[in-house]
């Protein structure tokens, strides 16, 4: 007889959980409170943004789980190359991501989420059945060997009980499984909400096809575009039909000053985003701003990530809820899947083995990248447009096409380096950061020397001495 387990989320790292542990012959039932989201009835707008950043972590994972499935449901993305910065007078700026032409890519949410859904039926049911309507509200854990006991509100307003093997939790930032787990284990666990809010807003496709992007887009689809205004900004991601997906991120402060007179806002808009507003129409950002969901941003940390005697385990948002600012919850949560999956083959399907060794080891990369999408907000917001981060983002990239895999920008290894460990790739960053502080302080020492056109010559000479 197969194990059985519950999946509690049906959302990206749940589906992807589900069709990874079917692999593995488990007999999977996956819940979710949502009606199914492929249905136009039940089509819910929810507060998150509708387009993601993927990048090579969540790509690798998709692909350990099912290189088929991997190459199904990532058809659709389009490769960003860079920021795109807007300055304020209008002019556009690309800082590129890679040193050698990596891209991140734009990805829309709901599509993913449907494509993982299909996924799921094509495996078939009698390996993986799907649940909507299923709302967990408790876990009673039995002792080890025993079975899980899990009860759901459903639609039909009446509770059901269904018992399991293990459970995984997939369940987002406010976690059920989560809440139950710390009644079982002493679980550490903090939350701490940002102060900043985010509000969608949309750029529609442009009447016009634009042969040098190939689409109706009145940006280059292939950058992720920024206006960073310091204290907040406004990004924009692209869609297959022409369209961008635009954030707003301000502070609450901000905001809710703002919201209390429609003529604020419009000024507002006009004049910090005056291009943008060319684009999105000022009328319909003026109405999305005040009439559109304030999304809310948090950190959670925990640990442990599981219940002993491999009896339940959470990953995904459940685990370590992220500020977007580094584009890696999803990609981190995929990571998950693929770090658990990895475990389990390795202890030949032991799970309390496996579920043991995946917060031990999981732990300081799950908080290395926490901390790490927090601090991106000012790298963002504010740093993209000061002449020095530019001069040093130079030199970082000039010293990784240089020296290859002996020098590697964080954003490269964050991005585009899976087999590099989040919380390694923080290590190597902060030794690096130590010889650009030092390279910084002999640039100055040159040119307060040499005066700046001297030592623009001199540089000239290096980069031409580095080519040969
Ligand atoms: P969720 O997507 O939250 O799914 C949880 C599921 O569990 C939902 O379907 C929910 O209905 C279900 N559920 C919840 N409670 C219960 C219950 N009690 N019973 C049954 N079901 C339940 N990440 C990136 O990698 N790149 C990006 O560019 C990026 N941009 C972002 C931009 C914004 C503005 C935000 C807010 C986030 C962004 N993220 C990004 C993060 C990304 O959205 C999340 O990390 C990702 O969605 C987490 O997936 P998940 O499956 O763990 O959780």
């Not at 749940?14 to 488990?26: E, P, S, V």
Request: net charge positive; hydrophobic share 40%.
């Amino acid at each position: 007889m197969p194990e059985t387990v519950a999946v509690i989320g049906a959302g990206l790292v749940g589906c992807l959980t589900a069709i990874a542990l079917a692999k593995r012959d488990y007999k999977v039932t996956l819940f979710d409170y949502r009606l199914d989201p492929r249905d136009q009835k039940t089509i819910d707008r929810n507060l998150r943004s509708i387009n993601l950043a993927i990048s090579s972590r969540g790509i690798s994972s998709l692909e350990f789980v099912d290189k088929e499935v991997a190459g199904r449901v990532l058809k659709g993305i389009i490769p960003m190359k860079g920021r795109m910065i807007h300055h304020l007078n209008g002019a556009q700026e690309s800082q590129t991501y890679g040193l050698f032409g990596e891209s991140i890519n734009s990805i829309d949410r709901a599509v993913l989420n449907h494509l993982l859904l299909d996924e799921l039926e094509r495996i078939g049911s009698d390996k993986v059945q799907v649940k909507f309507g299923h709302k967990l509200s408790k876990i009673k854990y039995g002792k080890p060997d025993e079975f899980q006991s899990c009860v759901f509100a459903t639609e039909e307003g009446v509770d059901q009980v269904y018992a399991t093997n293990f459970v995984v939790g997939c369940d987002g930032s406010y976690s059920t499984t989560r809440d139950q787990m710390q009644r079982e284990v002493r679980m550490h666990f903090s939350q701490e909400y940002i102060d900043c809010c985010y509000i969608e807003l949309y750029i529609p496709p442009s009447k016009n096809y634009d042969a040098r992007y190939k689409g109706n887009f009145s940006l280059a689809p292939d950058h992720l575009h920024i206006w960073p205004r310091h204290q907040y900004m406004l990004i924009a991601l692209a869609n297959a039909d022409g369209s961008f997906t635009s954030t707003f991120f301000g502070p609450w402060g901000l905001v809710e000053s703002l919201l209390k007179s429609e003529a604020r806002v419009r000024e507002f808009l006009i004049k910090n985003f005056p291009d943008a507003m060319e684009i999105m129409g000022i009328n319909q950002a003026v109405k999305s701003f005040m009439s559109h969901p304030k999304g809310a941003l948090m950190c959670i940390e925990c640990d442990p990530y599981n219940v002993s005697g491999g009896r339940g385990i959470i990953l995904g948002d459940a685990a370590h809820s992220m500020v977007p600012f580094y584009g890696q919850g999803m990609n981190c949560g995929f990571e998950d899947v693929k770090v658990l999956m990895k475990l389990l083959d390795a202890y030949d399907g032991d799970r309390a083995k496996a579920f043991d060794a995946y917060t031990r080891e999981r732990h300081q990369d799950l908080t290395a990248i926490v901390k790490l999408a927090k601090r991106n907000y000012k790298e963002m917001s504010h740093d993209v447009t000061s002449k020095v981060f530019l001069l040093r983002k130079k030199l970082d990239h000039w010293l990784g096409k240089l020296l290859k895999d002996k020098w590697l920008p964080l954003y490269t290894m964050v991005s585009f380096r899976a087999d590099i460990p989040y919380h390694k790739a923080i290590a190597i960053s902060k030794r690096q950061k130590t010889i650009l502080d030092f390279i910084q302080v002999l640039i100055i020492a040159a040119i307060s020397l040499l005066g700046y056109e001297g030592f623009k010559r001199v540089s000239r000479r290096l980069k031409q001495a580095s080519r040969q």
